[in-house]
């Protein structure tokens, strides 16, 4: 079902149409855009998104799967607020807000995945494994990694897990902004999607 603030069929809600926190991060339109992209998801998916932030991710996911169930994984408290705040903004009714340290919560979950999306965590090759172990055979797995070590921890893991039909990309995008009196093209932050499928 359309949301009042979003009544459109087409991913991709522009940043400003979601309540943030300061310091919080939220994965800018251009870059969800791709992530639901690699995530390819069908309309009853069970989807964990691990490190929900703003919860940009799940409203989309939610929006665009209406019979699917979606799980918002984090951390804190005061975030865990906010990604309620959103939904109900929204008016998602088919994401559940786990509040909780990943991987350690991942085993109290009621539904495994047949989608994964991993936007953070302290420990990035040990969320990955974990919640691979929980992928539903023929499932997908995306992550996303904004500095060099993150890269380099999750390329390893997907090897280790023998991980399938791997594809990397890096987002390259540039906003026109207005800065005094000129018009500027300002780069948004880079960042790399890895994604691939557990076949058996």
Same mark, same amino acid.
């Given at each position: 079902m359309p949301s009042p603030i979003w009544p459109y069929k087409t991913p991709g809600i522009p940043d400003e149409l979601f309540d943030r926190l300061p310091g919080i991060p939220l994965s800018k339109r251009e870059i969800r855009l791709l992530l639901l992209s690699h995530l390819r998801l069908s309309t009853n998916c069970v989807l964990w998104d691990i490190g929900a932030g703003t919860g940009t991710i799940p409203i989309e996911s939610a929006l665009l799967c209406p019979e699917g169930r979606i799980f918002a994984i984090e951390r804190d408290e005061e975030v865990v607020g906010l990604i309620r705040h959103n939904c109900h903004r929204f008016q998602v009714k088919n994401v559940e807000v786990i509040e909780g340290s990943a991987p350690e919560?991942?085993? *109290?979950?009621?539904?495994?995945?047949?989608?994964?999306?991993?936007?953070?965590?302290?420990?990035?090759?040990? /969320?990955?494994?974990?919640?691979?172990?929980?992928? =539903?055979?023929?499932?997908?797995?995306?992550? *996303?990694?904004? &500095?060099?070590?993150?890269?380099?921890? /999750?390329?390893?893991?997907?090897?280790?897990? =023998?991980?399938?039909?791997?594809?990397?990309? =890096?987002?390259?995008? &540039?906003?026109?902004? *207005?800065?005094? &009196?000129? =018009?500027?093209?300002?780069?948004?932050?880079?960042?790399?999607?890895?994604?691939?499928?557990?076949? *058996?």
């Open positions: 919560c991942l085993e *109290t979950l009621s539904d495994r995945p047949d989608r994964v999306c991993i936007e953070g965590g302290r420990s990035v090759k040990d /969320i990955v494994r974990s919640a691979w172990n929980y992928l =539903q055979p023929g499932g997908r797995v995306v992550a *996303t990694a904004a &500095n060099l070590e993150h890269l380099y921890a /999750i390329s390893e893991c997907f090897a280790e897990l =023998q991980v399938r039909n791997i594809e990397v990309v =890096q987002s390259s995008v &540039n906003r026109l902004e *207005t800065r005094g &009196n000129h =018009q500027v093209f300002a780069a948004v932050s880079p960042t790399f999607i890895l994604s691939g499928e557990k076949i *058996t």
